[in-house]
């Protein structure tokens, strides 16, 4: 059974009135079973960060439905505005972005315990979740260092503790790797599968990359074009090779 189910979405921008009317997303199908890495590529303004804002809680679709599992609920949204959604994205949704959002004078342990206190756990729960994601993602000797100590693939282990903390079922990368080298890019690649096949709390991920070597190591390939999405065979259309 899916975790995530994208049904027929579809979103624009501009003003039909004034011939301005870009129309991004023509239809979207896709889903997501639970401990699944997908991979999402696709040319530069084809919608892939428009598809995951909308995922994600941030932004509405004009048409269409996505139905999300989070332990023992069911969300269904799409159309509705995101301050409608506030749930999923405290509960259903965590964000890994290209660019960290450390706050580089706090600790490790402190940006992850404050994005948790903002959801309104207390400080004590807060810490003790912290130190359990950063534990998870293998920081556990860097807890105490400012994040602006780190280098940029410890910063986005930071990153991804912080999403994880909260339990959420499903995470959304857009371009996670795109600040790294390649050695730190492939360590948060494993990381994710790591995440991905936990045998007791095993999370979804849903990864934009425009780098194909590290979406052919994700279980299943999706490439975006005119609107749309569909199973493809990357490493034949990019030329990958074993």
Request: neutral net charge; hydrophobic residues 40%.
């Amino acid at each position: 059974m899916a975790l995530l189910e994208v049904q027929e979405l579809e979103r624009g921008f501009g003003s039909k009135t004034f011939n301005t009317r870009i129309e991004v997303l023509k239809g979207v199908n896709l889903s997501l079973r639970k401990g699944e890495l997908v991979a999402l590529m696709g040319p530069s303004g084809c919608g892939k960060s428009t598809l995951l804002n909308i995922i994600g809680g941030l932004l509405r679709a004009d048409s269409g439905k996505i139905k999300l599992k989070s332990s023992g609920s069911e969300y269904t949204y799409g159309k509705k505005k995101p301050s409608g959604v506030v749930d999923v994205r405290r509960n259903g949704v965590g964000w890994i972005f290209q660019d960290f959002h450390l706050l580089e004078q706090l600790t490790a342990q402190d940006n992850v315990a404050l994005a948790l206190e903002i959801r309104g756990m207390k400080k004590e729960e807060a810490d003790e979740k912290a130190i359990e994601a950063l534990v998870k993602v293998g920081l556990e000797d860097r807890i105490d260092f400012p994040a602006g100590q780190l280098s940029g693939g410890q910063q986005q282990r930071v990153a991804v503790a912080r999403a994880i903390s909260g339990s959420r079922p499903l995470l959304l990368a857009d371009e996670p790797t795109g600040n790294l080298d390649v050695k730190s890019g492939e360590d948060v690649l494993n990381l994710f599968k790591e995440l991905c096949s936990d045998p007791v709390n095993p999370i979804s991920i849903l990864m934009v990359t425009h780098d194909p070597m590290l979406a052919t190591k994700a279980d299943r390939m999706l490439l975006m074009r005119d609107g749309i999405t569909a199973a493809s065979n990357v490493k034949e259309a990019w030329g990958v090779t074993e």
